[in-house]
Nanobody, 120 residues
C-alpha cells in the first residue's frame, strides 16, 4: 500500500506563491502518473495538473502559466509550484498517485489534502 502526505498549504495574499509537496511512502513496486487535484468550497473536485514518471505534464487551462508540477522519483515526491495566486485558487489540494504493488496490482492512492487560502 502507499501512503501519500501533502504539505505546504497556507494562507497567502493574491499574487503570492506557494509550493505544495506530496510524499509517497509504503511498500510498492513503482509510482506511475502523479497528479494534483483541488476542491473549492461548494464545488466538485477538479484535476489541476498531472505528470508522468518521465516528466511529461498537463495542466488545467485556468492554471497554465502560473502553476508548475514536478516530481522527484528518488524521493517519490510530487510538487506543485503555484505562482500569481488568485482568490479563486482557494481550495483543498489533494495529490494522487498511480501505484503498482509488488503483487502487480495497480491502484490510485490519495492524500488527505492541504488547505490553500488566497486572500484578496
Amino acid at each position: 500500500q502507499v501512503h501519500l502526505v501533502e504539505s505546504g498549504g497556507s494562507l497567502v495574499q493574491a499574487g503570492g506563491s506557494l509550493r505544495l509537496s506530496c510524499a509517497a511512502s509504503g511498500s510498492f513496486f513503482s509510482i506511475n502518473d502523479m497528479a494534483w487535484h483541488r476542491r473549492a468550497p461548494g464545488k466538485q473536485r477538479e484535476l489541476v495538473a498531472t505528470i508522468t514518471r518521465t516528466g511529461s505534464s498537463n495542466y488545467q487551462d485556468s492554471v497554465k502559466g502560473r502553476f508548475t508540477i514536478s516530481r522527484d522519483n528518488v524521493k517519490n515526491t510530487v510538487y506543485l509550484q503555484m505562482n500569481s495566486l488568485k482568490p479563486e485558487d482557494t481550495a483543498v489540494y489533494y495529490c494522487s498517485a498511480g501505484v503498482t504493488l509488488t503483487s502487480g496490482h495497480v491502484y490510485t492512492g490519495w492524500g488527505q489534502g492541504t488547505q490553500v487560502t488566497v486572500s484578496s
